[in-house]
């Protein structure tokens, strides 16, 4: 699988996070549940920032976060997103190519602002995530090179694109151009209030074939699969996926393939200091090991060791090069 | 002093810091001096910034941090400074105002950027900044709100903004307005570099008697003052202003009023993370406890204990509350 560019090609959310300190009654003014993920509009977001402490701006975006997170293990990685013709939009490319990685979606003509993730940082380490989507909605199969999509090893696609047609078309379209190059495609599973707006529609994506290697932690596939019982889970979605691979916070990771259950434990951080970005950083581990032809068990504990990683220090893009946990 | 509404109004620079890591090899390639502070124009800025590493970005400028410092003790701060009708600017107001400083100036209409600031951070942690002033050099007389000058205790001014015809023209205006209601003008060096471009000039301005308390460090008050010794530089520079403010790193501080001098000690700090900003906050503390007519050595103390706050902390300006510091 190494004739190819790029080890993932990634299509996710173009987003800048603005990060404050939050206190606890912001919280409940605003009525956010704490540690929450949510999309939220125009209005919404300018009333929210309004309320936001002093903040700083970083690139951001799930997928984008695991491609950063490939190329800094030393992997080739690009991305596919939609950005505005704006200075957010500026930042993210920025700061995505200075990554080392691939990024050639050309920003929107229209006046559309990029989108930008507001977190509010409470005293007890806890983010609460409230998203304006922008530019990201509009993403569409005319941001989808196909040339490119041919030239990557693994195509990853981000449920938390699925709620608007344009990007969810793209997709499927990326999808389906990776199969006819005979390329895997992987699915992030993102967020379990994704699967609550789209269970039905994400069972139909599985059951079409379209999907190969399903990412997710334990609580989004057992609400997936409709199953409490975590191997039940694994063992339904196993029938229509060819790889499972599941994270369990502190108790490590798994991958299920051929009715064969392969686990990890978790890696222990150096210190406890930002879980923002862990399973975006696993994903990017196993997927830079797993692009490469390496046995499963090698790439969950790239996986485990590179969530490790970014756990250990703020924020959810790595500081620097990742390329010393890569064993070989 | 405090039939006012502010303790402090300031003048300055309204840029946003983009903070990226970097090595030595890209300041060699790039031909900039490490620790130096630059001013770079628009083609430069965009050249510097395709050669970055991802990037953090935060509001700046060195008077406009003193503002937020000033509201972080509980003092009542307002700035004055020109931003452009775009994100930077937006993200600019937002920071200040969500600190608690009044900020009105009207952002331009034409299509000028908001000014930003490229830091690039070696491994030793040492910043070396490269700014592109944007919008800021187009701030005017227009910009100066005489109510809002004549609602304020102390009006603080800042050298950097000295390069371009239309912002000194407004510092020079808001000081005449000072004087007109009554209030004392604080003039900061800013940097050993705008010195040596303004020495002439900025002699003049003391012998004009528009500034009546001179902040600096000891290498600019030397070489302001053209002498090698720091007591005779003070003494040469006392016979134009009433009060000068001259901090020496962890030599401490002094204030010399009057042919009198007292010092200060410099505060431990916490840790040593950053000492980005450490003049800024000085002047904060300092201020914040001048304006309330406090004796000049408590204000020399509250000046070296905010300094050492922000030492203790990544980045320029205060991430919490800092009121715990003042003693009253």
Redesign the interface.
Known sequence: MTDTDFDVLAIGDAVVDVI??ADEALLAEVGVPKGSMRTIDWEEAQQL??R????????GGSAANSM?GIAALGGRAAFIGQIGS???GT?FA???R??GVAFDTPALTEDI?TGRCLILVTPDAQRTMNTYRGASEHLSVDGVDADQIARATIVYLEAYLWDHAPPRAAMKHAADLAHKAGRPVAFTLSDIACIDRHRPDFRALLESGRVDILFGNEEEARALAGRTDLDEAVAELGEHVDLCVITRGEHGALAAQGGATITVSAVRPRAIVDTTGAGDLFAAGFLASHARGRPLETSLMLGARTAAEVIADYGA?P??KLSHLVDD
């Open positions: 404050a300190p920032y309004a936001m402490g002093p903040a700083q701006e970083t690139s950063a704006d200075q957010l930042i920025h700061d995505i200075a990554q602002t893009r500081l620097g």
